[in-house]
C-alpha cells in the first residue's frame, strides 16, 4: 500500500513538471546580460521566452503573448517593474490580462516590501543564484497553473448554474402551461386570480373575468374525431388570446371551458372584450378531413361575464362562480351569446 502510494506521488510529480513546460515566461529587463543570464539558467526547462526592454513593451507583450510569469526589473527606462506591476494586478479579472504571477528583480535591498504590498508574488535581489531563481519560478507557475485550473473550475460551474436555471424555468414554465393550447393552466389561474383580486381589493379597481364554453364540443368531437376537437380548441385559444390585452390573464379553465382575468376593466369593457372573442370564434372557419372530403367547420362559444366589486362577487371564487352563472344563462337561452352578471 505504501509503495503504491509513493508511486502514485511520483506520478503527480511527474504530471507536474511535465505541466510547468511550454509554459511562457516574459523577461524585463533593460540589461540584457540579465535576460541572456536569465534564459541560460532556465533554458533546459523547456519554457518559452518573450523579452522587452522597458514597461510599455511588456504592456503590449502581455495582450500579445498572454504569458504565464512576469520577471521585470524593478527600475526601466519609462514605465518600471513596479508601475507595470500596479496595473497588471488591477487589471487581473476575466475581462484584462487575467492572473499572471510577477516576480520582481532589483539590486537594491530596499523596496521589497513596496513591490510586496503591491500584489508581486515574489521578490528577488540581484544577484542572484540560478538554483534559486528556477525554483522560485516553477513555484510561481505552479500557482498559475492552480489559478488557471480554479478559474476554468468556476466557468464550469457558471456554466452548469446557468443549465439549471434554465432547466428550472423550463420545468415551471411546463407546470404552468396547458400543453395542448399553450395557454397557463387552471392551477396556475388560481393563482393569478388571488392576487389580482388582492390588488383590485386592496385599490378599489375594477377586475372582470368571463367564462367561455365552445358550443356543442361533444358533437364536434362525436362528428370529426377527438384529434379536430384538440384543433377547435387551439383555435379558440388563438382567437382569444388575440383579441385580449397583454395584461389580461387567459387560462384553459377545463374540458373545453377557457377563462379570462381583466384587470382594470369595467363591465362595460369587459363586455365588449368577450363579445370581440364570441365575434372571432362566430367568424373561424376549420376544414375537417372526412371520408367524404374536406368539410368546413363552424364554431361558436358562449360566454359568462362578471365584475369585481359588486353585489354578486365578494371574493375570488364568487367572481368566477358569477360568470359561471352567466355562461349558463348564455347557453340556457340559445349558446353563441354573452350574458353578464348585472
Same mark, same amino acid.
Request: aromatic content about 6%.
Given at each position: 500500500m505504501a509503495a503504491r502510494r509513493k508511486t502514485l506521488e511520483a506520478t503527480r510529480r511527474e504530471d507536474g513538471l511535465r505541466s510547468l513546460k511550454a509554459r511562457t515566461i516574459l523577461v524585463a529587463d533593460d540589461d540584457r546580460g540579465i535576460v541572456a543570464q536569465v534564459r541560460a539558467g532556465l533554458g533546459d526547462s523547456g519554457y518559452g521566452f518573450v523579452e522587452c526592454q522597458d514597461g510599455t513593451q511588456v504592456l503590449s507583450a502581455i495582450r500579445a503573448h498572454q504569458p504565464d510569469l512576469l520577471l521585470m526589473d524593478v527600475e526601466m527606462p519609462g514605465l518600471g517593474g513596479v508601475e507595470v506591476c500596479r496595473i497588471v494586478k488591477a487589471n487581473q479579472g476575466a475581462s484584462g490580462f487575467g492572473f499572471i504571477p510577477v516576480i520582481l528583480m532589483t539590486a537594491r535591498r530596499t523596496g521589497k516590501v513596496e513591490g510586496l504590498e503591491l500584489g508581486a508574488d515574489d521578490y528577488l535581489i540581484?544577484?542572484?543564484?540560478?538554483?534559486?531563481?528556477?525554483?522560485?519560478?516553477?513555484?510561481?507557475?505552479? !500557482?498559475? =497553473?492552480? $489559478?488557471?485550473?480554479?478559474?476554468?473550475?468556476?466557468? +464550469?460551474?457558471?456554466?452548469?448554474?446557468?443549465?439549471? +436555471?434554465?432547466?428550472?424555468?423550463?420545468?415551471? $414554465? !411546463?407546470?404552468?402551461? &396547458?400543453?395542448?393550447?399553450?395557454? @397557463?393552466?387552471?392551477?396556475?389561474?388560481?393563482?393569478?386570480?388571488?392576487?389580482?383580486?388582492?390588488?383590485?381589493?386592496?385599490?378599489?379597481?375594477?377586475?372582470?373575468?368571463?367564462?367561455?364554453? @365552445?358550443?356543442?364540443?361533444?358533437?364536434?368531437?362525436?362528428?370529426?374525431?377527438?384529434?379536430?376537437? &384538440?384543433?377547435? !380548441?387551439k383555435e379558440v385559444a388563438g382567437v382569444a388570446r388575440r383579441a385580449l390585452r397583454d395584461v389580461d390573464v387567459l387560462a384553459r379553465y377545463g374540458g373545453e371551458e377557457l377563462v379570462a382575468l381583466l384587470p382594470e376593466t369595467s363591465p362595460e369593457e369587459a363586455w365588449r372584450?368577450?363579445?370581440?372573442?364570441?365575434? =372571432?370564434? +362566430?367568424?373561424?372557419?376549420?376544414?375537417?378531413?372526412?371520408?367524404?372530403?374536406?368539410?368546413?367547420?363552424?364554431?361558436?362559444?358562449? @360566454? =359568462?361575464?362578471?365584475?369585481?366589486?359588486? &353585489?354578486?362577487? &365578494?371574493s375570488a371564487e364568487s367572481l368566477v362562480s358569477a360568470a359561471d352563472q352567466c355562461l349558463y344563462v348564455a347557453k340556457e337561452n340559445g349558446r353563441n351569446q354573452v350574458r353578464q352578471a348585472s
Open positions: 540581484k544577484p542572484f543564484d540560478m538554483l534559486e531563481l528556477s525554483a522560485r519560478v516553477k513555484s510561481m507557475l505552479r !500557482l498559475k =497553473g492552480l $489559478q488557471d485550473a480554479l478559474v476554468d473550475k468556476n466557468r +464550469e460551474l457558471d456554466r452548469a448554474n446557468k443549465e439549471l +436555471e434554465e432547466k428550472r424555468l423550463e420545468l415551471l $414554465q !411546463l407546470s404552468r402551461t &396547458d400543453g395542448l393550447t399553450g395557454l @397557463i393552466n387552471r392551477r396556475h389561474f388560481e393563482e393569478r386570480l388571488s392576487a389580482e383580486f388582492a390588488r383590485s381589493e386592496r385599490y378599489r379597481s375594477p377586475l372582470s373575468c368571463f367564462l367561455l364554453d @365552445i358550443d356543442h364540443f361533444k358533437r364536434v368531437n362525436d362528428t370529426w374525431g377527438h384529434p379536430f376537437g &384538440d384543433v377547435v !380548441l372584450a368577450a363579445e370581440r372573442v364570441r365575434m =372571432g370564434v +362566430e367568424a373561424m372557419r376549420l376544414t375537417a378531413q372526412t371520408e367524404r372530403g374536406p368539410e368546413t367547420v363552424k364554431c361558436t362559444a358562449s @360566454i =359568462g361575464v362578471a365584475t369585481f366589486p359588486s &353585489d354578486s362577487s &365578494d
